[in-house]
């Protein structure tokens, strides 16, 4: 699933290659990629609509029309692409924007799991899952003191903890992984049994961690590209995720997988010892 650096990559591709065009028609593929409204509305809405404005916030996309906002999430597979009209269509093409200027914006997603919602203008915010999120990861809204009290309210496992979005927004299976080998913590340590001392390093390995990471365009695992057609850079940073087997850049011992709430996680079992 495209995490916060690589929807950030998503969001300044876009803002390059289509900031200012203009919507002559919409075409919708797999209706049910649009959640509101009614397919039909949503296409007549956007017809002469001009995107000013690319946003995120977390992981989600906002898209600032002349009129409205539209708030899209890439889920697992989702990516949008810029081609010239004419050119051939894709498998997996499933929402086209066409643009009076002979470009379109494809949307492509092989899970169809993404999701599109035209909203009136300047209310994105107001979205379900938006209002839910925590702080962005930034030092300037995302500090330490509600982060070290919100800690100590969760007897949850720390992992999980920071995947809920809701302490801090934009961490996903790989960064969480990150962070916390970063910060020396194991995933499954109970969140209010940091020491104030884990707390801290956690703390900065967040913002430290997804700022190297937008700065490298994300990661690419698989599938992911940015709207450039560009994978991200990050993946040759990583010292834990998808390294199972790996000597440990710290100390040499192997790292190990194991599944923590479900999810694929991998951590150095010498450097990230739980603590009760």
């Not at 708030?71 to 269509?89: A, N």
């Amino acid at each position: 699933m495209p995490e916060l650096p690589e929807v950030e990559a998503v969001r300044t591709g876009l803002e390059l290659l289509v900031l200012g065009k203009t919507v002559a028609e919409v075409d919708v593929l797999w209706p049910s990629i649009i959640e509101a409204p009614a397919v039909e509305e949503f296409i007549h809405q956007l017809i002469g609509q001009s995107i000013e404005a690319m946003h995120r916030r977390g992981k989600f996309l906002i898209f600032k029309w002349t009129n409205f906002d539209m708030v899209s999430h890439l889920r697992m597979e989702g990516k949008y692409e810029v081609h010239q009209q004419g050119e051939p269509i894709a498998k997996h093409t499933h929402v086209i924007f066409k643009f009076t200027d002979g470009s379109e914006l494809r949307y492509l997603d092989v899970r169809k799991f993404g999701r599109m919602t035209l909203m009136p203008k300047d209310t994105a915010l107001q979205y379900k899952g938006i209002t839910k999120l925590g702080p962005e990861p930034t030092p300037d809204v995302f500090t330490l003191a509600p982060f070290k009290s919100s800690l100590k309210r969760h007897h949850k496992a720390i992992k999980p903890l920071l995947l809920e979005q809701k302490l801090v927004t934009g961490l996903g299976n790989i960064y969480v992984d990150e962070a916390l080998f970063e910060a020396k913590i194991h995933p499954e340590q109970p969140a209010d049994s940091l020491t104030p001392t884990e707390v801290v390093h956690l703390y900065q390995s967040i913002i430290d961690v997804l700022a190297r990471a937008v700065e490298a365009g994300g990661t690419t695992i698989r599938t992911y590209k940015n709207a450039l057609g560009e994978a991200g850079k990050f993946q040759v940073s990583l010292n834990a995720y998808g390294l199972t087997g790996e000597p440990c850049r710290r100390c040499g011992t192997a790292i190990i997988k194991t599944k923590v709430a479900q999810r694929g996680t991998h951590f150095c079992p010498n450097c990230q010892k739980i603590h009760r």
